[in-house]
């Protein structure tokens, strides 16, 4: 068994869940930058039994009550919507595992915070697009998430991270990063810095047009990126979105935009041959067409215009965001190697700068 050397609490962690069967097996899983993902094997009467254990990253979600609150009553929701379009709701929603105290999530002795989900079996994970078929799939799939919730009470979620998509409060965070250089590397990254100060008249268009009531507030997921939806292994089509820890009210356009950065590139979020990364407008085109369909005609007009502003700023936006945390030292996304975040910031520039050559282009997609 592989066991995680910073999860050496996991044995008491599987202790606090009254699972059946026997435990045959444990490894890390998944390739998430937040949260530590591990698969617990069980040997049951019935052929076996898997689940999705993940210790929380209590450092980013500060509130892991509140967020398990989240997650807990959205997939309620998400599932009595499932059952009445006479779907499977163990395979198209997340199913939070209850401790056996019926607890939502465990805290170990070290104050570590853990939960558990069913796991969904024959299902894949894709990390970058590579059919176009999968990703319209995926933009329905995300579209029709926030349809799905459109009726949800808004006002009764908790916000689990402040200001995660306001771009202006990270454009702040990005600047503070930059005078303090915690980590001595803003040297190595003055182009960067520079590109991505010299945007800042951007940052703000999306908020202000949501302060005038120009855009509505809606549930959104948040962080829509690829991997944070499973397809359905024998079918290829999209079954489950996952990563439910960032649903909070939002605009459209941060799940729209959020996944055009991450599979309509052409290249790895972390890929250090920049001429690898460009904004493939066909599956841009795709993308569109397929979070249309699965909004069901909910988005007003002025949403609709404003999608390709989406795309740059949450592409932007994630790239300052990896630029500040390589500037802090690596203390918030999981790096594998070194120079890994200020990579992940260089990939995210470049598609900035190819979505604003490709700009007229993307948005006919949206007039047509
Ligand atoms: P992170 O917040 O770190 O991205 P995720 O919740 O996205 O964590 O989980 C990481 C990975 O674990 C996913 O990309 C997916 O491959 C896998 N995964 C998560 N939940 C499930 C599940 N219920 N069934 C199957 N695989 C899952
Ligand atoms: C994180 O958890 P994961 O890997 O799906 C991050 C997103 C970023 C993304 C960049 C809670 O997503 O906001 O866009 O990395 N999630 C959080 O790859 O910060
Ligand atoms: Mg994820």
Known sequence: MTINPTCDRIEEVINAYALPGALTDRQPYGNGHINDTFLLTYDTPDGGRKYILQRMNHAVFKKPQELM?????????????????????????????????????????????????????????????????????SAVAFGSFQRMLADYPADTLHETIPNFHNTPSRFCDFRKAVEKDTSGRAH????????????????????????????????????????????????????????????????????????????????????????????????????????????????????????????????????????ADYLDGDVYFKIHREGQNLDRARTQFKLVADMEKKWDAMCAVLKR
Not at 109 to 128: H, K, P, V
Not at 260 to 282: C, F, M, P, V
């Open 69 to 137: 609150e989240n997650v807990c009553n959205v997939t309620d929701y998400l599932r009595q919507i499932i059952l009445r379009r006479g779907g499977n709701p163990d395979r198209e929603t997340l199913n939070v595992i209850r401790t056996a105290d019926g607890g939502m999530f465990y805290q170990d002795s070290a104050g570590n915070y853990w939960r558990m989900f069913l796991f969904i079996e024959d299902t894949i994970c894709l990390e970058q697009v590579s059919d176009v078929s999968e990703f319209y799939d």
């Open 188 to 323: 190595l990254a003055q182009r960067e810095i520079e590109f991505a100060l010299s945007k800042e008249a951007d940052t703000h268009v999306l908020t202000d047009l949501l302060a005038k009531g120009e855009l509505p507030l809606r549930v959104t997921h948040n962080d829509t990126k690829l991997n944070n939806i499973l397809f359905d292994r024998a079918t290829r089509k999209a079954l489950c979105v996952i990563d439910l820890d960032t649903v909070m009210p939002g605009l459209s356009h941060y799940d729209f935009g959020d996944s055009i950065r991450t599979g309509a590139s052409t290249g790895a979020e972390d890929e250090q041959d920049l001429s690898k990364i460009e904004l493939d407008l066909t599956l841009y085109e795709t993308f569109t067409k397929g979070f249309l369909a699965g909004c069901q005609g909910s988005l007003t007009d002025r949403e609709i215009e404003l999608l390709p502003m989406g795309a740059k700023l949450m592409t932007y936006e994630c790239g300052i965001r990896f630029l």
